[in-house]
């Protein structure tokens, strides 16, 4: 390291005192230190998101919780209420989520008010359901929700022919694919609604009690 450039017909410059080159490296050394400092502080933001996502995610919907045949054997008071909330929070969760797409995607000439009557069409309600979660969870991809309406379009041309459990049972769906105000409020009017869940609701429970010790003769 020399002290300054050479000027016009100047071949070799005095060399830099010692003092000199070590202040130079102290000054980069500064440098660094701040980048690094930066560095740090970034990793540690991105940590901390990353662990925020972790929390949120663990806190989410678990596609299990519509598998009650699959909950493990309860045998104590305990987790027997703490199954019969898990089993009844589920299906309010859905039924809230079926009346809601039914009526943001206009779909009362698809999915009938009894839905949780038809066993084919629950089971894929659930999955558009637990897809739909996943989609706008922190660690979905950022295509996630453009695939699951992908999904949901192709679930609805699926519907439409009757083939999955024969949803379009009232008999007065015209196919067009457009809703009314109308029929919407019928379609949340409609008793069945309330009949089916219920249903539903018994079918789910006693999957669950059917693992209890004693055959789940226990109230709820």
Do not use: C
């Given at each position: 390291?020399?002290?300054?450039?050479?000027?016009?017909?100047?071949?070799?410059?005095?060399?830099?005192?010692?003092?000199?080159?070590?202040?130079?490296?102290?000054?980069?050394?500064?440098?660094?230190?701040?980048?690094?400092?930066?560095?740090?502080?970034?990793?540690?933001?991105?940590?901390?998101?990353?662990?925020?996502?972790?929390?949120?995610?663990?806190?989410?919907?678990?596609?299990?919780?519509?598998?009650?045949?699959?909950?493990?054997k309860a045998d104590t008071d305990e987790d027997r209420t703490a199954q019969i909330s898990r089993v009844r929070s589920a299906w309010e969760r859905l039924d809230v989520w079926v009346t809601w797409l039914t009526g943001a995607y206009r779909l009362t000439s698809v999915i009938p008010p009894c839905w949780a009557d038809h066993t084919a069409l629950r089971e894929e309600l659930i999955g558009l359901r637990v897809?739909?979660?996943?989609?706008?969870?922190?660690?979905?991809?950022?295509?996630?929700?453009?695939?699951?309406?992908?999904?949901l379009w192709s679930a609805r041309t699926r519907l439409l022919d009757g083939n999955w459990g024969r949803a379009r049972c009232d008999g007065r769906h015209d196919d067009s694919g457009i809703d009314l105000a109308e029929s919407y409020r019928a379609w949340v009017a409609d008793t069945r609604h309330d009949r089916a869940l219920v249903v539903a609701l018994d079918q789910a429970l006693e999957a669950v009690r059917a693992k209890w010790p004693g055959n789940g003769d226990e109230s709820s």
């Open positions: 390291m020399t002290r300054g450039t050479p000027g016009p017909g100047l071949e070799n410059d005095e060399p830099a005192t010692l003092a000199e080159q070590a202040a130079a490296a102290l000054t980069v050394s500064e440098d660094v230190l701040a980048v690094l400092e930066e560095v740090v502080q970034r990793l540690t933001a991105v940590e901390n998101t990353i662990s925020e996502n972790h929390r949120r995610g663990a806190e989410l919907e678990k596609r299990t919780d519509y598998r009650f045949e699959l909950y493990p897809a739909w979660t996943g989609a706008w969870s922190p660690r979905g991809s950022y295509e996630a929700v453009v695939i699951w309406h992908e999904k």
